[in-house]
């Protein structure tokens, strides 16, 4: 499963923030003055210049704990995160392979989904867990038993739902329970002095006396003391679900090491990744546009009617794509009806059986493409016993459902929603609207209506349908695509065509613009030239074997193992002897085992060949198994292997950059590579016109008034964030300028560099022409990056491909890059969020 350009980004600051939390916590333990004790946690924080305020945290033992939120909007695979996440932190956490982990959902449906794709053992979500343990991976649920070994064998995922770990009522609960199947993880409850010393490990553990008696305080061998004593990670769902007093109470509780959160709309969170909608939108993992019809018939009949005919029109269409492509597609139509329950059928409400029977006798449709999904009745989980609503041999066409797919459901073949409900009611569109944007298979399929999601109701209020679609997508963390929203009443036809508003250059630019194309990298081949491919033309001719791993090898390997000891007391009968001895048995051999096919799948995405990456793995062990030490030379190695995969890695993705910099500046050199205007269709001019949705609000002038300086008429104001705004504005009102173009992120403008991902730059400006007024004389593209950003490892990948872009266009005559371009001085610039008014200064003044 190869991940989106976010997911990628979000990986890289979750792994920097635990490395930083790695190293802190290290110094902090090594402690011994609690005046001198610090937060480690929040510290990180603080290191990783992270722009939100962090808010402390500790568990239920008073130490600091680690929390951090995923910000991700519905459809951002965000179980995909939480698996990688938990191969990041057990590898440069709490640096083993084993452990538990609490996975804890607020919804039967976000259980059922989650659990069904982890055992799964062909699912890459499992694989994933899969990969992270070495292939020991168990999955569990509450009413599961394990013993010690278990957890020292394996990775353990728990799942967990929230309600069954409600403080409230938490001695009627299973999880808080005593049980027959955790004694060995605590002494025997005639050992006074071993019981007494766990507690003062673990002085929050459950007893049975409140006050000391005969026997002394009594430890309840149930499942929710020993999460308290196995410190686990725990991955919460819908993390905003669980922000009670109570809920949070007993998160702590669990005495967990770290917290990660997942969330599409946090509020009391440390927001350590915030993806936003539009970088779903651009990765095509949402279908958008939604088009809403709003019915004028009073006849719920008439709005099923519209659905069902969307839906087969829709089925056409995918049957066309699938004939082309071999991609199955089956369109699904929900609907929402007011009653379901057996005693209910026969009143002025809307009842699932009678639209069952309008589908079936009325409108023809087989019974068996009819589903109904309710609290009592659940057709849906026949079809999720073999295989699933994605797969060919299911039938299922049409769900009808009251509540049950508000939370947690999700298949992306659900393109129609069909609302029954009573008009004056706005939930039901509010909490349904994301069940239907999910895109099928993560990938547009450039069929217009296969890529668009469709709503259709029935005598609403304009105004009020409008917002409660906007805060359904809100609730959806997609508040940002609010513009890509387009409602119709009934007469003004299906939407979809000739929805969007087109806005054509301004005629006082349109000359000018017109005529102007900017260069991209070109390459040659046998038929003259064409734009670079990163794959056939740079990582191809990576030269692997010149890699160095001497930093690597240069390594010192510390002798002393830094391990996690909670877990493994009191296993056997001498417990004052072997509790030592067990704490050193576990330092030394727990953890993760010596495997050279465990390091080269750490190393695999980033060595593409997976021989060549083994060889590394193997050249890397093989150098420290003949240096040994004092120690057993496996024992060493083991002692420090996530530490070597840390360092290998790192190694190997600055070589990688540095090998693919050099092959791309050789190709100039050699004359094999250009960034060339070539015609042909092949350059990048701008667009005659943009096209921009009714409901999107346009960006205006900082003091109000419309827009003078921009190349067309309207842009919209949530293609900016705030940095962007600001420097919109300050274009608008300086003298020099003759036109600016907000380049759109895949849509418009890019560089491919030596990197994977292209660059999009984020504005194209022009200078007037002193001589003439009525053309320009210069073109200066520009990316600008937020403080935080300023000097990471992208944003210097992004100045060293823009200084060549500028060095190739003032080395070459104008007359190669294209004749119309003659006489024009194009240049790149970087402006950095806390220097970009600076620098737009000087360069309006050249």
């Avoid at 304009?462 to 963390?477: K, M, P, V």
């Avoid at 350059?683 to 003091?703: G, H, Q």
Wanted: aromatic share 8%.
């Amino acid at each position: 499963m190869r991940l989106k350009e976010y997911q990628q980004r979000a990986l890289a600051g979750i792994r920097s923030y635990l490395e930083l939390l790695a190293d802190l916590k290290k110094k902090a333990e090594g402690i011994t003055d609690p005046d001198m004790a610090f937060d480690f946690a929040a510290k990180a924080w603080e290191k990783a210049k992270l722009p939100r305020r962090y808010l402390p945290h500790k568990n239920g033992l008073g130490q600091a704990l680690p929390t951090f939120c995923l910000k991700l909007p519905t459809g951002g695979g965000k179980t995909l995160l939480a698996v990688k996440t938990i191969d990041l932190v057990n590898t440069i956490y709490r640096k083993r392979q084993t452990g538990l982990v609490l996975w804890i959902v607020p919804t039967t449906q976000i259980y059922r989904q989650t659990i069904q794709c982890l055992k799964d053992r062909d699912h890459p979500y499992r694989q994933h867990l899969d990969l992270a343990s070495g292939g020991h991976t168990l999955i569990l649920e509450k009413t599961d038993h394990f013993a010690p070994l278990d957890v020292q064998e394996n990775l353990i995922v728990l799942m967990l739902m929230l309600p069954s770990a409600n403080r409230k009522t938490k001695e009627t609960l299973k999880v808080f329970k005593d049980s027959g199947g955790f004694q060995d993880f605590f002494p025997p409850e005639d050992d006074i002095i071993a019981q007494e010393a766990t507690l003062t490990r673990f002085p929050n553990l459950d007893t049975y006396e409140k006050q000391s008696g005969f026997w002394g305080r009594q430890i309840k061998t149930s499942l929710g003391n020993t999460l308290r004593t196995l410190s686990p990670v725990i991955i919460l769902d819908e993390g905003h679900k669980a922000y009670s007093d109570g809920a949070q109470e007993t998160l702590r509780g669990f005495n967990p090491c770290l917290v990660a959160e997942l969330s599409a709309t946090p509020v009391q969170s440390n927001i350590l990744v915030d993806i936003a909608g539009r970088e779903l939108h651009h990765e095509e993992m949402i279908k958008l546009d939604l088009h809403v019809v709003n019915k004028a018939s009073p006849d719920w009949k008439d709005t099923l009617l519209a659905g069902v005919n969307k839906r087969n029109v829709l089925e056409e269409k995918a049957k066309e794509y699938e004939a082309n492509t071999g991609i199955y597609i089956r369109p699904i139509c929900l609907i929402q009806v007011e009653r379901t329950g057996k005693n209910q059928e026969g009143g002025r409400y809307i009842h699932s059986e009678q639209v069952r029977e309008h589908l079936t006798k009325v409108m023809g449709v087989p019974a068996e493409q009819i589903a109904v999904k309710t609290s009592e009745k659940d057709e849906l989980k026949e079809v999720d016993d073999i295989g699933g609503l994605l797969g060919r041999d299911c039938k299922i066409r049409y769900i009808i459902t009251k509540q049950a797919l508000q939370e947690g459901w999700d298949c992306s073949f659900a393109y129609v929603l069909a609302i029954l409900t009573n008009p004056s009611s706005q939930n039901a569109l509010t909490q349904l609207v994301g069940r239907i944007l999910r895109q099928p298979y993560a990938r547009k399929t450039q069929v217009r209506d296969l890529d668009e999601s469709y709503v259709f109701c029935f005598q609403q209020r304009a105004n009020a349908l409008l917002e409660s679609i906007r805060d359904g997508f809100a609730q959806e963390g997609l508040g940002d695509l609010r513009g890509h929203i387009a409602t119709e009443d009934e007469y003004g036809g299906m939407p979809g065509d000739g929805m969007d508003q087109l806005f054509d250059m301004r005629e006082r630019f349109k000359m000018a613009a017109g005529r102007a194309i900017l260069p991209v990298f070109m390459v040659r081949n046998s038929h003259g030239w064409r734009p670079v491919n990163y794959d056939m033309d740079i990582a191809a001719r990576i030269p692997w074997d010149e890699v160095t791993l001497t930093p690597v090898l240069q390594l010192t390997l510390s002798e002393y193992e830094e391990k996690d000891v909670e877990i493994g007391v009191t296993l056997t009968d001498d417990r004052h002897r072997v509790i030592e001895a067990r704490g050193i048995h576990d330092l030394r051999e727990g953890g993760i085992r010596v495997d050279p096919v465990f390091m080269t799948r750490q190393i695999g995405d980033v060595v593409p060949n997976p021989w060549q990456a083994h060889e590394f793995a193997q050249q890397v062990l093989n150098h420290f198994r003949k240096i040994g030490g004092k120690l057993d030379t496996e024992r060493l190695i083991a002692n420090n292997f996530v530490f070597l995969i840390e360092e290998l890695r790192k190694q190997l993705e600055a070589e990688k950059d540095r090998l693919a910099e050099r092959v791309f500046c050789s190709m100039l050199e050699k004359d094999e590579l250009r960034f060339l205007i070539i015609g042909n269709n092949l350059d990048w001019s701008f667009p005659k016109s943009i096209a921009i949705k009714p409901t999107s609000k346009r960006l205006t002038r900082e003091k109000g008034g419309q827009l003078e300086f921009s190349l067309y008429e309207a842009v919209p104001e949530d293609d900016f964030n705030e940095t962007e705004k600001a420097v919109a504005w300050y274009l608008e009102n300086q003298h020099r300028l003759f036109f600016w173009f907000r380049n759109r992120a895949r849509h418009d403008y890019s560089i491919q560099g030596w990197r994977e991902h292209r660059i999009y730059p984020d504005f194209i400006f022009t200078a007037t022409d002193r001589t003439t007024h009525t053309d320009y004389e210069r073109v200066y593209v520009v990316e600008t990056k937020g403080l935080h950003l300023k000097d990471n490892a992208k944003t210097n990948y992004i100045r060293k491909v823009f200084d060549i872009c500028t060095r190739q266009a003032k080395s070459r005559n104008w007359n190669e890059l294209g004749l119309e371009m003659k006489d024009k001085v194009l240049r790149f610039e970087v402006l950095d969020e806390d220097e970009w008014e600076a620098k737009l200064n000087e360069v309006l003044l050249e």
